[in-house]
């Protein structure tokens, strides 16, 4: 299974960007896709995630409000749109694919697969 994420670019405070996460090489529907970010000299957190199952989405609660993540499995993507940014949100982005139990979907050691990452740099 492959991720390939992309979106990311430098913008300013209040913008928006839209980041793709594109899989192949698996069943994409039957995959849960989460968006994690690092930050320099931060751990990777977690943003948002999409379940397979239901579609339930699960954000942090710092993106709540501004972004949305969803999925067109005919296309074999996820989506997450960011709104409203801000300088906190700078980060290189990463999605990953897996089938983690609902408890955790927030943690990156569930998740199997993971894409090589897309930079979104927001300046005030």
């Known amino acids: 299974v492959q991720l390939q994420a992309s979106g990311g670019g430098s913008v300013q405070a209040g913008d928006s960007l839209r980041l793709s996460c594109v899989v192949s090489g698996g069943t994409f529907s039957s995959y849960s896709i989460g968006w994690f970010r690092q930050a320099p000299g931060k751990d990777r957190e977690f943003v948002a995630a999409i379940k397979w199952s239901d579609l339930s989405r699960t954000y942090t609660d710092s993106v709540k409000g501004r972004f949305t993540i969803s999925r067109n499995n005919a296309k074999n993507t996820v989506y997450l749109q960011m709104n409203n940014l801000s300088p906190e949100d700078t980060a290189v982005y990463y999605c990953?694919?897996?089938?983690?139990?609902?408890?955790?979907?927030?943690?990156?050691?569930?998740?199997?697969?993971w894409g090589q990452g897309t930079l979104v740099t927001v300046s005030s």
């Open positions: 990953g694919a897996g089938r983690p139990i609902t408890t955790r979907m927030m943690l990156s050691p569930a998740y199997d697969y």
